[in-house]
């Protein structure tokens, strides 16, 4: 519940006096943007939200925003995300970070944080490689290509984040694109307002390291709005199927959404502290439990 | 470029006024983001520049906001600016570190091509005759600001310096 609910924020208070240093023409830039139109949309003064993020490029997002902001450790944005959202479940907890930062380094966390479904949405600026130390291979490169790493190119499967995350069970999985920032906006929010864990993947390429078909004129020619395919994003299974043209194409929007969400960790946390509190002592008796009577 | 759920040939004057008013504002939207990436990596010339277009995207926007708001008042708008992307606002990824002014202008120049494709390809299944009217307007202005973007172009020296290319570090194995 926001402390001064009569106030109604913009994207502007959002920003921080810090200026993004990313290569000119990335597209975190305009995630940052998105990021904060989505928050004014929302309404949750900055004091309310927490923005956690790993290492790498866009894992620098987080201290561009007003927001408390932890640039934590490669690969660690989920875990301490959802210490955080413990240890304070009235915060608003955003996490964020890079494909490498979040299917390499921290992939083992996401399987645990998607079934432990805690409240908080975590974005993924995926740029299919690793910007920050110039060019090697990421988790998501596609097989074939040549790195610094991968001479005569990857012999790998490239990891497809949307099916894992859905085959995991996240009630709410979508993909978005910097060139359009006002449909990430509205997914950004969307995903905030979702009670439950919340993924978004967004296609950010990277400009400096990044392979020609992955810039941004390769992938307007494979850009396909969920929208327009009709698709149904309660239909689970449709959007499985669809996940899986990851690479191939670029699906905008939201592939699923449980339109029935499932209490969140969090929410059942609460139910237990309450539960047990009922047969706890009281305050003045809590010595009793370390005296022999 | 993209559309989503508005059909030309059903579309009013007024929501074509909406949606030329929007176009403007991603435009100037994405030069204003342009000019302060530029500053932030210090590239002053094409900064100003993509300033320069952010004011001009703005002040063709003013002008369409008054003849929307003379024709029809405050009425709410229909269309709104998740319908559309990428119309005439260069690609987000057309700026580049240390970008010359001429770097810049033919990132402006693509951008006023892509808008003309777009009111061309939009008018072929136009159907009222006041929508029709407005994107020749659109589509016609969008061949004035290519010939003046040229004109400018025409009169820069060719880069003779070192291209943004050489300023990317070669890669390293980590």
């Known amino acids: 519940m926001s402390a001064n609910a009569t106030c109604t924020y913009q994207a502007k208070d959002y920003r921080s006096d810090l200026k993004p240093i990313w290569c000119p023409g990335c597209g975190d830039y305009s ?69 490498g930062d979040g299917f390499s380094i921290g992939g083992g966390h996401i399987a645990h944080a998607v079934r432990r479904n805690m409240n908080l949405t975590y974005i993924v600026m995926d740029n299919q490689v690793y910007g920050l130390t110039k060019g090697q291979l990421s988790p ?4 074939g290509r040549k790195t610094v790493t991968s001479p005569y190119g990857s012999l790998e499967e490239p990891v497809n984040p949307l099916l894992y995350i859905l085959a995991y069970g996240a009630g709410f999985v979508a993909q978005a694109c910097p060139s359009d920032l006002a449909g990430m906006s509205a997914i950004f929010e969307e995903a905030l307002r979702y009670p439950g864990f919340a993924f978004v993947n967004v296609q950010s390429p990277c400009v400096t390291f990044g392979e020609e078909a992955q810039q ?73 439990l370390f005296i022999k009577q | 470029m993209a559309i989503r ?88 990824d057309a700026a580049r570190a240390f970008m010359s002014p001429r770097k810049a202008m033919e990132a402006a120049l693509a951008s006023e091509l892509k808008a003309h494709a777009f009111f061309q390809s939009a008018l072929n299944a136009v159907k009222d005759p006041g929508v029709r009217a407005l994107f020749e307007e659109l589509r016609d202005e969008e061949v004035g600001h290519q010939g003046l973007v040229q004109a400018e172009l025409a009169k820069l020296p060719r880069d003779k310096g070192p291209s943004d290319e050489h300023f990317v570090d070669e890669p390293t194995a980590q």
């Open chain 1, 31 to 99: 995630v940052v943007q998105g990021i904060y139109r989505a928050l004014a949309a929302i309404g949750r003064p900055p004091h309310e939200v927490a923005f956690i993020s790993g290492i790498g490029c866009s894992s620098r997002i987080s201290g561009y925003t007003t927001a408390y902001g932890f640039n934590t450790v490669h690969g660690r944005s989920l875990p301490i995300a959802q210490g955080i959202k413990l240890s304070n479940p009235d915060l608003l907890v955003l996490a964020a970070g890079g494909d």
């Open chain 1, 140 to 143: 998501t490169s596609q097989k």
């Open chain 1, 216 to 288: 941004m004129k390769g992938l307007k020619a494979i850009t396909e709005t969920l929208d327009s395919l009709g698709h149904d994003p309660s239909n689970r299974i449709a959007a499985m199927d669809l996940a899986q043209h990851y690479g191939r194409k670029l699906h905008l929007g939201v592939f699923y959404r449980n339109p029935e969400p499932p209490p969140t960790y969090d929410d059942l946390v609460r139910e237990r502290q309450a539960e047990l509190a009922k047969g706890a002592l009281p305050k003045e008796r809590i010595l009793d």
């Open chain 2, 5 to 92: 759920g508005i059909e030309f040939s059903r579309l009013s004057l007024m929501d074509a006024l909406d949606l030329a008013i929007l176009v403007e504002e991603e435009a100037q939207e994405r030069y204003e983001d342009f000019a302060a990436q530029m500053e932030q990596h210090r590239t002053p010339e094409a900064a100003k520049f993509f300033r320069y277009m952010a004011a001009n995207e703005a002040k063709h926007g003013l002008h369409l906001a008054a003849r929307r708001a003379e024709r029809f008042g405050d009425v709410p708008r229909a269309v709104t600016r998740t319908q559309l992307f990428d119309i005439e606002a260069p690609d987000f």
